[in-house]
């Protein structure tokens, strides 16, 4: 069994935009900006955000944080989405989830324009990849995906089962790993015999937040599993699956954590690149 190792990737693909980024000060062009907008103070959002501008300044991307109070109105919030999505020095635009209830998340992500739409979870991002048209995939997705092919995982044609169906994860990894010609089949909470497909897949990529929810008796054996989940038991991270006994069975696996969690935000740096690179260029590559 091989373990694959989020860190180290992520490590591998920072480097690989620090690299690029540095090619473009070099010749004079603007610093590249990533706005990330938060409201109120969420104690796992403060610690996914100051991962996020740690990034940003490992790879040499300027990090601006707005911080808002947990009162902000729907009005207050979209007036300053509205204002950082249009300056011209902002090349990438988020906003942190989830947002404090009062908020109506979709409308807010999407006010994000589609070109710097760097987390992918705009209407527009989404469409773009169900029809195979170049625009944001969202970070985890992306993420697992380079991880994947890190580690010199063959995709195509293989079954691919996915459990969870957010827009965050499911869908977009669901249509990402389609655009990579695996087999794609997507489980959620009703579906019906569950261990039953989860046991038929060579790659079993599990996104629903249960700590031990993935057990050795629905994993095939030298399956790919890659564990999404960030469950917090008693103030430890876990993630979905039964690390113990089911990496036992498997051909490569996840941790939680040190997994798909360092991945999303390197892929968040990868397209943050992508959005600077393509105001500058007007191409993504
Ligand atoms: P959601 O709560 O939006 O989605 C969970 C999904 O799991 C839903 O589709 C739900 O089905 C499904 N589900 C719930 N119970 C069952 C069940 N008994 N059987 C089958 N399916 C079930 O979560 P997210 O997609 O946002 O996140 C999933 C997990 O991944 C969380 O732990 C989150 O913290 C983590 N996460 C980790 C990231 C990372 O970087 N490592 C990034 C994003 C998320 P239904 O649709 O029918 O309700």
């Known amino acids: 069994m091989v373990i694959l190792d989020g860190k180290k990737a992520a490590l591998d693909l920072k480097e690989e935009v ?10 004079g062009a603007p610093q590249c900006n990533l706005a990330i907008i938060m ?5 796992a959002s403060e610690v996914y955000v100051r991962n996020k501008a740690k990034a940003c300044e490992a790879v040499g991307i300027g990090g601006k944080l707005i911080k808002l109070n947990e009162n902000t109105t729907q009005e207050e919030l979209e007036k300053y989405i509205k204002a950082v999505t249009k300056d ?11 947002l404090p209830s009062h908020l109506d998340e979709d409308r807010a992500t999407e006010l994000v324009p589609p070109e710097k739409d760097v987390d992918g979870f705009t209407t527009a991002s989404l469409g773009k990849l ?3 048209k170049q625009g944001f995939l969202s970070c985890t997705p992306g993420g697992i995906i380079y991880l994947l092919k890190k580690y010199k995982i063959v995709l195509a044609g293989k ?27 997507v489980c959620h909470s009703r579906t019906k015999n569950l261990a039953k497909i989860t046991s038929k897949a ?11 929810f993935i057990t050795a008796d629905m994993v095939n054996l030298s399956a790919v599993v890659v564990d999404v989940g960030i469950n917090r038991i008693d103030n430890k991270i876990v993630g979905d699956v ?28 990868k397209n943050t690149f992508l959005a600077y690179q393509k105001s500058l260029n007007g191409k993504y590559d």
Request: some cysteine.
């Open 130 to 132: 169900a029809v195979g």
């Open 18 to 27: 620090r690299v690029r980024l540095a090619n473009y000060y070099k010749k």
């Open 242 to 269: 039964d690390y113990n006994s089911v990496s036992k069975k498997t051909s490569f696996i996840t941790p939680v954590p040190g997994g798909v969690g360092p991945m999303t935000v390197a892929y968040l740096m």
């Open 88 to 98: 011209p020095k902002v090349h990438g635009v988020m906003v942190q989830l989830p």
């Open 39 to 43: 409201v109120g103070d969420n104690p």
């Open 159 to 185: 079954h691919a089962v996915i459990i969870g169906r957010s827009k965050i994860v499911g869908k977009p990894l669901a249509l990402a790993l389609l655009n990579e010609n695996c087999t794609v089949t």
């Open 202 to 212: 060579d790659i079993l990529i599990s996104a629903v937040g249960k700590a031990g």
